[in-house]
């Protein structure tokens, strides 16, 4: 299954792996940073920037008791009001976000957590959209994206596999089929000993949708793994630097350290190609060192061909070693030097 994701890109097999970068709260407060990050992102071979269309407010509740503060993590000892604060795009950037992505040439991306940023995004006009995987199971959300009729790329962290059913099933009531849908594993960092990925390969076939990675280890080695396993979108959280602080910076990627993924991946499409079996192109200037029958002493015209006048060698210039029993004990039809290779129009 292939689906239109934007206007210069298709998600499916035979079509390259999509690769996003996530800004999320990588920005650290400044507009111009958030530009700076989509140029960056351009440049090390990024297909799509991403950010997050949500307020403290649209997102919880500023409250402090127990269940409200975050106990151990990577952001132990926040208070989710407070934290949400400091990780979220103001919407008012976002147009102009949007914009930059347009100039820039790289698709622009956004996870909506609420029904007033869908209907936000629409305004500004965002061509496909992103669920979170903690908000898989907001059934009533996910139905009113799935209503806009647009692409859907959903991870699918911490999900039962009737969960991910659930949601599918949502969008899809809605007459909306373009849905991708991403593994994921919610840990920032995720350990890649912990991520299941050959989960990649059972949500394919479970789900017949395109599935990829939404990938919060550290490096490129697991979305690399993923690739290979079929994964056709790559996410990633990017940042300038992770000496800029914010909230996701400890598990992003620098741009040097994207670009590096985003190679590692493209010699991983290449290395996978298709099913192919025989001479590949590369191997022609080999194929003649593989064995063959050669003469290996002296043949007079008439004399027996015998184990003891010819040998399975290299190289590959006589006839396949297959035939090594068929010519025992046949005759030579002519005089035959020893290092020729056996062909059939010299024997009788």
């Given at each position: 299954?292939?689906?239109?994701?934007?206007?210069?890109?298709?998600?499916?097999?035979?079509?390259?792996?999509?690769?996003?970068?996530?800004?999320?709260?990588?920005?650290?407060?400044?507009?111009?940073?958030?530009k700076e990050i989509i140029h960056e992102a351009k440049k090390a071979g990024a297909d799509c920037i991403k950010i997050q269309t949500y307020t403290p407010d649209t997102i919880t509740i500023d409250c402090d008791n127990e269940y409200f503060n975050i106990g151990?993590?990577?952001?132990?000892?926040?208070?989710?009001?407070?934290?949400?604060?400091?990780?979220?795009?103001?919407?008012?950037?976002?147009?102009?976000?949007?914009?930059?992505?347009?100039?820039?040439?790289?698709?622009?991306?956004?996870?909506?957590?609420?029904?007033?940023?869908?209907?936000?995004?629409?305004?500004?006009?965002?061509?496909?959209?992103?669920?979170?995987?903690?908000?898989?199971?907001?059934?009533?959300?996910?139905?009113?994206?799935?209503?806009?009729?647009?692409?859907?790329?959903?991870?699918?962290?911490?999900?039962?596999?009737?969960?991910?059913?659930?949601?599918?099933?949502?969008?899809?009531?809605?007459?909306?089929?373009?849905?991708?849908?991403?593994?994921?594993?919610?840990?920032?960092?995720?350990?890649?000993?912990?991520?299941?990925?050959?989960?990649?390969?059972?949500?394919?076939?479970?789900?017949?949708?395109?599935?990829?990675?939404?990938?919060?280890?550290?490096?490129?080695?697991?979305?690399?793994?993923?690739?290979?396993?079929?994964?056709?979108?790559?996410?990633?959280?990017?940042?300038?630097?992770?000496?800029?602080?914010?909230?996701?910076?400890?598990?992003?990627?620098?741009?040097?350290?994207?670009?590096?993924?985003?190679?590692?991946?493209?010699?991983?499409?290449?290395?996978?190609?298709?099913?192919?079996?025989?001479?590949?192109?590369?191997?022609?200037?080999?194929?003649?060192?593989?064995?063959?029958?050669?003469?290996?002493?002296?043949?007079?015209?008439?004399?027996?061909?015998?184990?003891?006048?010819?040998?399975?060698?290299?190289?590959?210039?006589?006839?396949?070693?297959?035939?090594?029993?068929?010519?025992?004990?046949?005759?030579?039809?002519?005089?035959?030097?020893?290092?020729?290779?056996?062909?059939?129009?010299?024997?009788?």
């Amino acid at each position: 299954m292939a689906i239109k994701l934007s206007n210069n890109r298709i998600i499916g097999e035979g079509y390259p792996v999509y690769v996003i970068a996530e800004m999320s709260a990588n920005h650290a407060g400044s507009i111009e940073r958030a530009k700076e990050i989509i140029h960056e992102a351009k440049k090390a071979g990024a297909d799509c920037i991403k950010i997050q269309t949500y307020t403290p407010d649209t997102i919880t509740i500023d409250c402090d008791n127990e269940y409200f503060n975050i106990g151990d993590g990577t952001w132990e000892g926040e208070n989710l009001y407070s934290l949400y604060g400091k990780a979220y795009t103001p919407w008012e950037w976002q147009k102009e976000l949007k914009e930059e992505a347009d100039r820039v040439g790289i698709d622009f991306l956004s996870t909506p957590f609420d029904n007033t940023a869908v209907d936000f995004l629409e305004d500004i006009g965002l061509e496909f959209y992103k669920i979170a995987s903690f908000e898989l199971i907001d059934i009533p959300l996910i139905s009113y994206i799935a209503s806009k009729k647009k692409p859907i790329i959903m991870s699918c962290g911490m999900a039962t596999k009737e969960e991910i059913h659930e949601a599918v099933d949502a969008i899809r009531k809605e007459g909306n089929e373009n849905i991708i849908l991403l593994k994921c594993s919610s840990a920032y960092p995720a350990d890649p000993k912990d991520m299941h990925l050959s989960t990649i390969l059972d949500m394919k076939e479970e789900f017949k949708v395109p599935v990829g990675l939404s990938d919060h280890s550290m490096g490129s080695f697991s979305a690399t793994c993923a690739v290979a396993l079929g994964a056709k979108v790559i996410e990633k959280h990017f940042c300038l630097g992770r000496e800029i602080e914010n909230p996701d910076a400890s598990f992003s990627m620098t741009p040097d350290e994207f670009k590096k993924m985003v190679d590692d991946i493209r010699m991983t499409e290449e290395a996978m190609g298709e099913a192919f079996y025989g001479v590949s192109k590369i191997e022609e200037t080999n194929y003649k060192f593989r064995r063959s029958i050669f003469v290996v002493k002296d043949i007079k015209a008439g004399e027996k061909i015998t184990k003891e006048n010819i040998r399975v060698i290299r190289p590959g210039h006589g006839l396949k070693p297959k035939y090594y029993e068929e010519v025992l004990e046949r005759f030579a039809a002519t005089d035959i030097k020893r290092g020729t290779p056996l062909s059939w129009d010299l024997i009788k």
